[in-house]
């Protein structure tokens, strides 16, 4: 059997993760379909007599101070969170797997060189960096929020693919296929790359909801994805001056990121299990 396969195993045992693994599905899926169905997450219909209303038939999750419909907002907002925080784990771990490998494979000064600068930005303070950046560019689009965050968060996982990559590169199975004469490339691909697979895909998995979070701060203090597009941070921001006399405006987009954040946590904790290659099958 191969390890692909007893990996899916190990993780279809492992009650939490599946479970996990299926609130991520159902959310992806509600974040996908739901917005189809919702009412104008931008519509104020009637910004005096509908504003803080409760629950209700017309309005599942009730409205908030501008008569916005929360569950629009709420099924919206979980479409900008998973876009973000998916989009910028995919790059970050991109950047750096590109890097780590180039560390643990060009030389010594090289290597020197790009662990150095990853030492420098590790210490830098990344929330601090975002603010900085955010400041000063005004109304920035989703696709830079995913960039900057991306740009901002690969430095750990260049480390974890330079451990690997320096651990395999003098392996029996490598030596024998530069022997062999299999160009360095071809040892890379078929070689290192399945190797290192793993702690990358673990890496980006547990970064998801680090992003998720990262976002929704930025959004609540008015940076990022800037309103009136809806996402969790601003949504609770709205709801925070009417939080005893209509808590449902924050509730629901808390209670919806601490479910998206449990749920990937989950299910990265049962992927490194799964992938560790020493656990039983």
């Known amino acids: 059997m191969s390890p692909w396969r007893l990996a899916a195993r190990r993780f279809a045992r492992n009650r939490p993760a599946v479970r996990g693994a299926a609130l991520v599905a159902l959310l992806a899926l509600a974040a996908l379909v739901g917005p189809l169905f919702a009412a104008d997450p931008l519509a104020q219909p009637d910004p005096v007599r509908l504003q803080d209303r409760p629950p209700s038939a017309d309005h599942l999750m009730g409205t908030d101070p501008f008569s916005r419909d929360v569950l629009s907002r709420t099924l919206h907002g979980a479409r900008v969170s998973l876009v973000v925080g998916v989009g910028a784990a995919l790059l970050a771990v991109t950047l750096g797997a590109g890097v780590g490998l180039v560390a643990g494979l060009a030389g010594r000064r090289t290597d020197q060189l790009l662990m150095r600068g990853v030492d420098v930005a590790l210490a830098l303070p990344r929330i601090l960096l975002l603010l900085a950046v955010f400041a000063v560019w005004d109304n920035a689009p989703a ?6 965050i991306a740009a901002t968060g690969w430095f750990q996982t260049s480390r ?11 392996a029996d ?16 691909r078929r070689h290192l790359l399945p190797h290192v697979a793993a702690p990358v895909i673990v890496s980006a998995s547990l970064d998801v909801g680090n992003i998720i979070l990262l976002e929704a701060g930025l959004s609540y203090l008015g940076l990022g994805v800037r309103p009136p597009t809806p996402t969790w941070g601003n949504m609770i921001m709205d709801g925070k001056d009417v939080l005893l006399s209509a808590p449902w405006v924050a509730l629901a987009p808390g209670l919806a990121l601490v479910v998206t954040v449990v749920a990937f946590n989950l299910a990265a904790d049962g992927l490194r299990d799964a992938l560790d290659p020493r656990a039983a099958a």
Do not use: H, K, Q
């Open 143 to 148: 696709a830079a929020v995913v960039g900057l």
């Open 160 to 170: 974890i693919v330079r451990a690997a990559v320096l651990s395999l590169r003098e």
């Open 173 to 188: 199975f490598v030596v024998a296929a530069r022997a062999l004469g299999e160009p360095g490339w071809g040892i890379v």
